[in-house]
T-cell receptor, first 116, second 116 residues
Framework: SQQGEEDPQALSIQEGENATMNCSYK?????LQWYRQNSGRGLVHLILIRSNEREKHSGRLRVTLDTSKKSSSLLITASRAADTASYFC????????????????FGQGTRLTINP | GAVVSQHPSWVICKSGTSVKIECRSLDFQATTMFWYRQFPKQSLMLMATSNEGSKATYEQGVEKDKFLINHASLTLSTLTVTSAHPEDSSFYICSPKREGRQETQYFGPGTRLLVL
């Protein structure tokens, strides 16, 4: 499969706790992105981390990238009920026959539930 | 952020009919358009990639004669599901790539298709 793996597949925590989701991928990448999707809705871009970066922060989000292990993690601190959603990592794959062009391939996703 | 629209947002049709889904990038030009499909509780699967004015490239296992893609302009792409069957029921999401911005990929709000 061209998709990466994410774990856990589902995560349920109490409001205020931290949530950590992991993503592993298979090939070399230029960057890795995290997206959120509320049930039945479109994707919301959260954060992009480049292959030469190891950690990135955005508000309550912290993303790490370990290219030697081909893995990334997304940490949401002080979780809120509104964070309940599915979270996907996505990596870029080269488009065959088009130099420099990339396509995004998504991991399986983690369904996060924040209990009030 | 960029604005992407999809129409219709949801559609119910009878088996055997064809359904056309439109995707528009409202405030930027998209040289590349990605079409994804998402089944319930699953991740996004890339169906095809199209470039303005040329034929689409389909992912393995996606029937090009069943899922017709037209990318006639830099702001409009259409996906037509021909002779739809219940197994085609899914959430279809377009993703235009902004010209000149290799890392920037936006997503439409999605179209939910239910084939009876």
């Amino acid at each position: 499969s061209q998709q990466g793996e994410e774990d856990p597949q589902a995560l349920s925590i109490q409001e205020g706790e931290n949530a950590t989701m992991n993503c592993s991928y298979k090939t070399s990448i230029n960057n890795l992105q995290w997206y959120r999707q509320n049930s039945g809705r479109g994707l919301v871009h959260l954060i992009l981390i480049r292959s030469n970066e190891r950690e990135k922060h955005s508000g309550r989000l912290r993303v790490t990238l370990d290219t030697s292990k081909k893995s990334s993690s997304l940490l949401i601190t002080a979780s809120r009920a509104a964070d309940t959603a599915s979270y996907f990592c996505a990596t870029d794959w080269a488009l065959v026959g088009r130099q420099g062009a990339q396509k995004l391939v998504f991991g399986q996703g983690t369904r996060l539930t924040i209990n009030p | 952020g960029a604005v992407v629209s999809q129409h219709p947002s949801w559609v119910i049709c009878k088996s055997g009919t064809s359904v056309k889904i439109e995707c528009r990038s409202l405030d930027f030009q998209a040289t590349t358009m990605f079409w994804y499909r998402q089944f319930p509780k699953q991740s996004l699967m890339l169906m095809a990639t199209s470039n303005e004015g040329s034929k689409a490239t389909y992912e393995q296992g996606v029937e090009k004669d069943k899922f017709l893609i037209n990318h006639a302009s830099l702001t409009l792409s259409t996906l037509t599901v021909t002779s739809a069957h219940p197994e085609d029921s899914s959430f279809y999401i377009c993703s235009p790539k902004r010209e000149g911005r290799q890392e920037t990929q936006y997503f439409g709000p999605g179209t939910r298709l239910l084939v009876l």
